[in-house]
């Protein structure tokens, strides 16, 4: 024994080092052909060192030994002796197992040495046909040891990506041993194996960077996809309550969610149209599972899993490549996403979200078992609490996309949005102000800026499915103050959204300019759309900004102290001035123009004093939010091309130029004269002096100083982001063609100088 331990380890050290193999390579047959003649009597390392610290407790040389167990010494001996040869063997088939899985490591890795590497695949070859390694390690999988039945896995999972990548018939006793169990039951030790071998043959499948991924995939899942089905079938079919074992089910149920993760990624990134990719999209029983009384991290996991479906991001931590921002248009995958939005929201009008419990967040990572002397922490479970948000506003996005009845629309907006508005309420504290419902979106996601802007994003293409048949260059009808009024209402309205937005990043252009050049995000795509909308919409946007001003005026609170800066404290709540009690929601709202009298005319005005007190563009030093990205990585952008090419002047360089046109340091006299090539108008707004007069000359009321106020801080941080912009595309900077962008500031600001008329 201690001779195949030597010569195992010697191997072992051989391989791991990429060496060739000098020997013949059918001299490592016996070495590394595991001996199951004594599987069933093995026992784990820990009971046999038990067993055997036990027995060598009653032998000489140990304190107190009596008459009676000097008599039984022979016997005690010889059992040692027997613990001892089965500890020995069981160590000697991990190191078989640890030794097979780095061999097959190496026939897989492209970094090995060619000789090399067909030494080990004539190795793993010789050892699939003589000893039938896959049906031993398929047995062994079975064993009672987890860290032998684990190692057994590993191995059997690179031996099957063996057989893929080498384009070899899958291994027939797999196939029949998963099919087997999988169909027969859901709750079964068996089954869980079959599960976590299948999932990591494909996310190996994934991590392979050669174009031979969707092959190997297609050849794993043709026997199983039928198999598959019965499977996911049966485990979201049943009662929980009338679940034997249930910890067993919890185990089927944390591999299966992870195994549809990977078949709904290779649905959307490898093009496959497999039965199985598609059971979860089309079959929505799974849902049910949010209701059953299994440990939170469980429906965390599947309500984060649903949300990334919907965002079609299912994966991409898994994809070797990066992820192409635009994927040619898929009309099957399209119509699964509409079905699953669809059962989505039928749920939710059945109560999900008031079945569902979102608990306190957990006091320990990856889990939520209170750990001995320590304490729940108040306050909801975010994570799930964001991701039941957006896959409600996405599914409805969704849903309106292919919808063609504006009362339809309305309907379901009601009825949606009344739910989820109705699931947030007593989650945050404190509660949402009832003259904005609007405000739930930047409360709910102020510590997650990627769901917050996808949500954001979800939010302004629902209002603009309502609003595709207003005639923007007309004035406001009834009409289309109703569909205003509703919009509002129902926490959807995108004026609201945006300076909710700009007020969390305390109106720093900065911020704006990180989101810009970030690919982490969709902000891009969403900041195009909404100002596009902004053109179209200014009359709105006014406002809006009265009635955030009206709000203001009766807090008596500055809007720059209002919310303190995610970027700075991203674990602080956010807050927002609520109005006193005093203030009713209809009070509140009668600066809105369906709540005034007012011309139409005047509701695309908005007073601005020729003098007022100077308001600073963004808040003091100790509230500016830090850079939320690296500007190193703002190279890989994938958004609009461009045929000039990115500075070539090292990266240090290129960071140290960014933050100094950001920051607005002394610039040279040449620099000035460049710069000068886009001529820049006056200030958009007066805000130099004391007293705050109207147009006319008249003292303007309070509310109207708060209105400029607001409408200033926007405005001057939009047009910080515009120079901003043009100072990097002036020395190269910018990641990407920002003409496109540019145009459109440039329209707002058009729209400002008019307002300033």
């Not at 305390?506 to 053109?535: G, R």
């Not at 919310?563 to 929601?585: E, F, I, K, L, M």
């Not at 705050?692 to 106020?709: C, H, I, K, M, Y």
Request: hydrophobic letters at 40%; a negative charge; glycine letters at 4%.
């Amino acid at each position: 024994m201690e001779g195949v331990q030597e010569i195992l380890d010697q191997l072992y050290r051989k391989v791991l080092l990429g060496a060739t193999l000098e020997d013949d390579v059918y001299g490592y047959i016996f070495y590394l052909n595991p001996d199951l003649s004594e599987q069933a009597v093995c026992t784990t390392s820990s009971v046999a060192q038990s067993n055997v610290n036990g027995m060598l407790n009653g032998m000489p040389g140990q304190h107190g030994p009596s008459s009676h167990e000097v008599t039984v010494l022979p016997e005690a001996q010889e059992c040692s002796k027997r613990q001892l040869q089965m500890n020995r063997a069981w160590e000697v088939k991990l190191l078989q197992l640890t030794v097979i899985d780095v061999i097959l490591s190496r026939v897989l890795s492209a970094k090995t040495e060619t000789h090399a590497k067909e030494g080990y695949r004539e190795l793993t070859e010789v050892l699939l046909q003589s000893t039938e390694l896959d049906s031993k390690l398929i047995y062994m999988l079975q064993n009672s040891d987890k860290l032998l039945s684990h190692m057994a896995a590993k191995c059997l999972a690179s031996l099957l990506y063996f057989q893929l990548k080498e384009k070899k018939t899958l291994s027939n006793s797999w196939i029949t041993f998963c099919q087997r169990h999988l169909s027969e039951s859901c709750e079964s030790g068996e089954a869980v194996h079959c599960l976590w071998v299948l999932t990591a043959v494909i996310k190996e499948i994934f991590k392979d960077t050669h174009s031979q991924r969707s092959e190997s995939l297609k050849q794993l899942l043709t026997p199983f996809d039928i198999t598959f089905e019965v499977f996911y079938n049966s485990l979201f079919s049943q009662h929980f309550g009338n679940v034997q074992s249930p910890s067993h089910i919890i185990n089927s149920l944390v591999c299966f969610l992870e195994l549809l993760e990977l078949l709904v990624a290779s649905r959307i990134h490898l093009k496959l149209h497999f039965r199985s990719q598609r059971m979860l999209l089309l079959k929505p029983r799974a849902l049910d599972i949010l209701a059953w009384p299994i440990p939170a991290f469980i429906k965390r996991k599947f309500v984060i899993l649903i949300k990334k479906c919907l965002l079609c991001k299912v994966g991409e931590d898994l994809c070797s490549e990066s992820v192409p921002t635009l994927m040619s248009p898929d009309h099957l995958l399209d119509g699964d996403m509409l079905a699953l939005a669809d059962a989505l929201l039928h749920a939710v009008h059945l109560g999900l979200w008031k079945a569902l419990t979102v608990p306190g967040k957990p006091s320990c990572f990856g889990g939520d078992e209170v750990q001995p002397g320590g304490r729940l922490r108040a306050g909801p479970d975010h994570v799930t609490l964001r991701a039941a948000s957006l896959i409600t506003v996405k599914s409805l996005e969704i849903k309106f996309r292919n919808c063609s009845s504006a009362t339809e629309m309305k309907v379901d907006l009601q009825k949606f949005m009344s739910e989820l508005l109705a699931f947030l309420k007593p989650h945050l504290q404190p509660s949402l102000q009832l003259h904005n419902p609007c405000e739930w979106l930047s409360r709910v996601f102020i510590e997650q800026d990627d769901d917050m802007l996808e949500a954001a994003k979800a939010s302004l293409s629902i209002y603009l499915q309502l609003t595709r048949e207003w005639d923007a260059s007309a004035s406001l009808t009834q009409e289309k103050e109703a569909w205003i009024r509703y919009t509002h209402e129902h926490g959807c309205n995108p004026h609201c959204v945006f300076l909710f937005f700009l007020k969390n990043i305390a109106f720093d252009s900065t911020v704006l300019l990180d989101f810009l050049i970030s690919s982490e995000t969709c902000f891009l795509e969403y900041f195009v759309k909404y100002l596009k909308l902004l053109q179209k919409d200014w009359g709105h946007f006014l406002s809006i900004c009265k009635f955030f001003a009206a709000v203001e005026s009766q807090c008596k609170v500055n809007v720059h102290d209002s919310v303190p800066s995610p970027a700075r404290d991203r674990n602080t709540s956010h807050t927002v001035p609520h109005a006193p009690s005093s203030v009713g929601h209809k009070n509140a709202c009668s600066w809105l123009p369906w709540a005034s009298d007012a011309s139409s005319e005047s509701q695309t005005q908005v007073v601005v004093p020729m003098e007022t007190h100077p308001v600073p563009a963004k808040g003091p030093p100790s509230r500016t939010p830090q850079s939320l990205v690296d500007y190193d990585s703002s190279e890989t952008s994938d958004e609009e091309t461009t045929n000039e090419s990115l500075a070539n002047s090292k990266q240090t360089s290129l960071c140290q130029e960014i933050t100094e046109e950001i920051q607005g340091l002394p610039r040279t006299q040449k620099d000035q004269k460049e710069r000068s090539l886009e001529p820049r108008s006056r200030p958009l707004l007066s805000a130099e002096s004391s007293s705050p007069f109207s147009a006319e000359g008249r003292v303007a009321p309070d509310r109207t100083l708060w209105e400029v106020r607001l409408f200033l801080c926007a405005v001057k941080c939009l047009e910080e982001l515009q120079g901003a912009i043009y100072r990097l595309q002036e020395k190269n900077l910018f990641p990407y063609n920002p003409a496109a962008l540019l145009k459109l500031l440039k329209a707002v600001e058009a729209k400002c100088k008019e307002a300033n008329m």
